[in-house]
């Protein structure tokens, strides 16, 4: 069966944010934090876009979660919304709390994490880095 994982884009702050997020799911990066130096054809690019992140890793229980900047350089541009959300089901309520509480600081909650009417213990906010999130803890999940 094919893996699904989330791909995270930044304008400048991927570094950051994923020094970040290792400091609430711990581990280490996968291989090296790439940057736009290390690759072909971005002689021409500013210093700042050449120190920018190509590609980030970071294993979250079986997962992966990555990243990169985006360069301006090569006309990308970063429109931050809520299209899309990272959906992280621990395996505790303490857990669930723990990440809620240290992913949304500095943040906006959209809604805290509390019992909801479906039966799981769920909350959802966007980081300090424009990510949303979803936190989500039921017992049945994790059988």
Request: hydrophobic share 35%.
């Amino acid at each position: 069966m094919a893996k699904l994982n989330p791909y995270l884009n930044f304008d400048g702050k991927a570094e950051e944010a994923f020094h970040f997020y290792r400091s609430v799911f711990g581990g280490e990066f996968l291989g090296d934090v790439y940057k736009m130096s290390s690759a072909p054809g971005t002689e021409n690019l500013s210093d700042e876009e050449k120190n920018r992140v190509m590609h980030i890793a970071l294993p979250v229980g079986t997962d992966l979660l990555m990243g990169s900047d985006i360069i301006p350089g090569f006309g990308q541009r970063l429109t931050v919304g809520n299209s899309s959300y990272v959906s992280i089901f621990p395996e505790s309520r303490d857990e669930a709390d723990r990440i809620f509480k240290e992913l949304s600081e500095g943040g906006e909650i959209e809604m805290p994490i509390e019992d909801q009417f479906w039966g799981d213990y769920f909350g959802s906010f966007q980081d300090r880095y424009g990510i949303c999130w979803m936190i989500n803890y039921n017992e049945e999940y994790i059988k």
